[in-house]
């Protein structure tokens, strides 16, 4: 019996051992840190030997292989051990592809991409289909694959879950776009992070589909340099397409084969450029799926916003509080920025993943009347907005509730309040949907 080890103690790592519990493995897991209550009711449900708090190299190391969960880093002394003795190491969503027959739908990028996956599968579940929804959103990718059957699949992939796949292969693969996040895992260097993103096009066939931004110069740049045998199928807010998605005075221009569809912009539920270009990707991967037209326009008309992504919380005293906690980069806050239209109060800050914060430097003057810092270490944000917004209109905080109670002193009627921190979360919560909710929590308490 192959003995198969499991690194890591949450959602996927849980995912990936009950699915090789299921296909008869000899499966332990093992994580450096303690598992949370649910993960170790499930583990103990299946029957599934694990440890906390530590590994045991040498049960680790007789492993025939190891999946890997994506949030552990390449130098983990435990994975540069199993690199050393040559032990094959694979990701999640690799592993579960070797079980998994349904078609699937595969979203990577920077920004955009939870509001994309979401949107198609929103598309999918209307036109009647049989979807489940996974990756890096909802529930693990393996335990569904162990434990229900679907037709399709619309999964949200990191560049963490793409590093280590070798013959995953999605049936549509979309990258949204790409900018410079996660680079302290890439020893810095961008050219890596990008890599890792186009590692979603590597195994794609003729009949397979690869939709794009044309208008993201990093894609386009790195397009020549693979070699794609698929369908392409680009995006364009810029310039008109032969096939693909384009933007026509008020509305969206859909070509796909032979046929022509089109959706006026005010007929969209989501507001904002970005959203226009995760609104055309979804549309695109919905006509390459086979879904009727109206089901596509009925589905961009009424989809709900994705929680913690430009999520409207309340409106007090005339004064709108959003939730974007999901803003984990650069990029993602200047979308959040640049579709606001009123004054507004700017909750930022987290753990710094090598931020260039010049990028928001316009916005910040055009949009930002005061900045409540939302973080351990600060420095930074005062040193590059100080002297935009003025000392007297910047203020350092440790909790949501003192930041959202800082940010409605400065804030007057017509304001906005934005929670766009730019950062990632861990300096003061668990992750980004513990800093959205107690956010939102503090809003409702105000």
């Known amino acids: 019996m192959s003995k198969i080890v499991v690194l890591g103690g949450a959602e996927s790592g849980v995912g990936a051992a009950v699915l090789a519990k299921k296909k008869g493995f000899d499966v332990f897991l093992s994580d450096n840190g303690n598992i949370a209550e649910n993960y170790v009711r499930v583990l103990e449900e299946w029957d599934i030997p694990f440890e906390q708090g530590g590994h045991s190299e040498g049960r680790i190391l007789a492993a025939d292989e190891v999946v890997k969960s ?76 162990a434990t229900e059957q679907h037709d399709y699949y619309v999964l949200e992939i990191s560049s963490f879950q793409l590093d280590d796949i070798y013959d995953f292969k999605p049936d549509i693969a979309i990258i ?29 066939s003729p009949e397979d589909c690869f ?41 969206i221009v859909v070509r796909y084969e032979e046929e022509e569809s089109a959706l006026y912009l005010q007929e969209l539920a989501l507001g904002g450029k970005h959203n226009i270009y995760n609104s055309m990707a979804a549309a695109l991967a919905a006509k390459a799926t086979g879904i009727d037209n109206k089901v ?34 650069i990029d993602a806050a200047w979308y959040a920025l640049e579709c606001q239209k009123k004054p507004v109060v700017w909750i930022v800050g987290g753990t710094d993943k090598g931020n260039d914060y010049s990028v928001l430097e316009g916005l910040v003057r055009e949009k930002v009347k005061a900045i409540v810092c939302l973080g351990v270490d600060n420095a930074k944000i005062h040193a590059a907005f100080e002297n935009i ?8 905080t440790r909790s949501a509730a003192d930041a959202v109670k800082t940010a409605a002193g400065f804030a007057t009627s017509g304001d906005v309040v934005l929670l766009s921190p730019c950062c990632a979360s861990f300096d003061l919560f668990k992750n980004y949907e513990d800093r959205g909710r107690q956010f939102k929590d503090a809003v409702r308490n105000l």
Do not use: W
Not at 182 to 202: S, V
Not at 389 to 396: F, L, M, Q, S, Y
């Open 70 to 145: 994506p949030g552990i880093p390449e130098t983990a002394p435990m994975v540069r051990t199993l690199r050393d003795a040559g032990v094959h190491i694979v990701s999640e969503i690799e592993f579960a592809g070797r079980y998994d027959s349904a078609k699937k739908i595969c979203i990577t990028g920077s920004n955009g991409k939870t509001t994309t996956t979401s949107l198609i599968y929103y598309l999918l579940k209307n036109a009647g289909l049989n979807v489940g929804l996974g990756g890096n959103i909802g529930a693990s990718y393996a335990y569904q694959v």
């Open 176 to 204: 949204t776009n790409i900018t410079p996040d996660h680079l302290d895992r890439y020893d810095h260097k961008f050219e890596n992070y990008i890599a890792a993103k186009f590692k979603i096009t590597k195994n794609l």
């Open 296 to 329: 596509i326009r009925e589905s961009l008309m009424t989809f709900q916003p994705v929680e913690h992504r430009l999520e409207p919380v309340l409106s007090i005293k005339d004064v709108l509080y959003i939730n974007d906690s999901k803003a984990t980069n």
């Open 389 to 396: 917004v003025g000392k007297e209109n910047i203020a350092d």
């Open 211 to 251: 939709i794009f931004d044309s208008d993201d110069e990093i894609t386009i740049r790195h397009l020549d340099s693979i070699i794609l045998r698929c369908k392409m199928l680009p995006f364009s807010q810029e310039k008109e397409l032969p096939q693909g998605a384009f933007l026509k005075g008020d509305k």
